[in-house]
C-alpha cells in the first residue's frame, strides 16, 4: 500500500471513530435526561441534542451537537474534519509545518457544565493532525465545584486503566501534563482536579497510537455517565449554585486566554460558535 493511500485510510478511521463515539456520548447523555425526567415530571421535559452542520471557507467542515437539559444545563459534543494551510504566523507552532503549511486535523471535543452544583463539569476531546507529520492529541479533565473524593478516585482510576493498558509510563507523564496544562496562572490555582493531557503523540506505530486514543475515549463514555448519575438526584442550595457560578468564571478565564484547542481552532478558521461551545452558558465573577 502506498503511504498516500495508507494516510487516507488512517485519516477516515479515525474520522469514522470519532463520529461514533460522538453518537454514543450523545445517546448516554439523552439517556440520563430521560431517566432525570421519568423521576421527575413535573420539571421540564429532557434535554435534546440539536444537530448543526457547519463549512470551513478553507477546506472541511464539522457538526455541532449541542443540548439544554435538566442535567446538563449545557454540554456540547462537536466534530470536525478541517483541512488547509496554516498561515505564516501560526506556521512555527505546529510541527511538521516550516517547509509546508498544508495541514490536517480531525477530532471530538466534549464539554459538559451541569445545572447541579454537586455535579462535576468535565471535559474531553481526542484530536488527530497531520502536516509532513502526524500525531494524536487530547485528553479529560474534571472540573467539580465541591470536592468529592469518590468522584476523584473513579475517575482517576478509569484513566489510569485506560493509559495502563496501553504503556504504564502514560498514565504518570500525561497526569503531570494535565495538572501542569490546565493551571489558571493568573489566579496560581488549577482548573479543576485534574486528568490526563498529551501532544504530539507519534510512537512510530499508528494502530497503537489510535487504540490508545480510542480507550480514552471510551474511558469517559463509561466513567462520566457513573458520576452525573451519583450526584444529579441530590438536592442543592442557592449557595452552592452562586460557587458555581464563580468556578465557571474561572474556567472561562482559562479556555479563553490559555487553551490550546481554542487558539488553534480561532488560528485555522473554524466555526466561532463551535470553538467557544466549551463556554458555560451563566457565569458570575464575584
Not at 191 to 210: E, T, V
Not at 268 to 276: C, F, M, Q, R, S
Request: with cysteine; charged share 25%.
Amino acid at each position: 500500500m502506498s503511504d498516500d493511500r495508507a494516510a487516507e485510510e488512517q485519516k477516515a478511521r479515525a474520522v469514522a471513530w470519532f463520529a461514533e463515539l460522538r453518537d454514543r456520548l450523545c445517546a448516554v447523555f439523552e439517556a440520563i435526561e430521560d431517566e432525570y425526567a421519568a423521576a421527575r415530571p413535573d420539571e421540564e421535559a429532557p434535554g435534546r441534542f440539536a444537530r448543526k452542520p457547519w463549512q470551513r471557507a478553507g477546506g472541511g467542515g464539522g457538526e455541532m451537537a449541542l443540548m439544554h437539559g435538566n442535567v446538563f444545563e449545557k454540554v456540547g459534543v462537536n466534530i470536525s474534519t478541517v483541512w488547509g494551510e496554516f498561515s505564516e504566523e501560526f506556521r512555527g507552532n505546529i510541527p511538521g509545518t516550516d517547509a509546508d503549511p498544508r495541514f490536517w486535523a480531525g477530532g471530538i471535543s466534549v464539554v459538559a457544565h451541569m445545572a447541579s452544583p454537586l455535579v462535576p463539569a468535565a471535559h474531553m476531546n481526542t484530536r488527530h493532525i497531520r502536516t509532513t507529520k502526524a500525531w494524536f492529541g487530547g485528553g479529560s479533565d474534571l472540573t467539580p465545584v465541591f470536592a468529592d473524593e469518590s468522584d476523584a478516585r473513579d475517575f482517576h482510576a478509569a484513566l489510569e486503566a485506560a493509559c495502563a493498558a496501553h504503556d504504564p509510563a502514560y498514565y504518570p507523564r500525561f497526569k503531570a501534563w494535565c495538572d501542569e496544562y490546565f493551571f489558571i496562572d493568573h489566579r496560581d490555582e488549577p482548573r479543576g482536579i485534574g486528568g490526563i493531557f498529551f501532544d504530539d503523540l507519534a510512537s512510530g506505530d499508528w494502530a497503537k497510537d489510535f487504540a490508545f486514543v480510542k480507550s480514552v475515549g471510551e474511558a469517559f463514555a463509561q466513567i462520566y455517565p457513573r458520576l452525573v448519575r451519583r450526584h444529579m438526584f441530590q438536592p442543592w442550595t442557592e449557595e452552592q449554585r452562586r460557587a458555581q457560578l464563580v468556578k465557571r468564571g474561572r474556567y472561562v478565564e482559562f479556555n479563553l486566554l490559555y487553551d490550546r484547542g481554542t487558539l488553534f481552532g480561532l488560528k485555522t478558521g473554524g466555526n466561532v460558535e463551535a470553538i467557544l461551545m466549551s463556554l458555560p452558558p451563566v457565569v458570575m465573577w464575584p
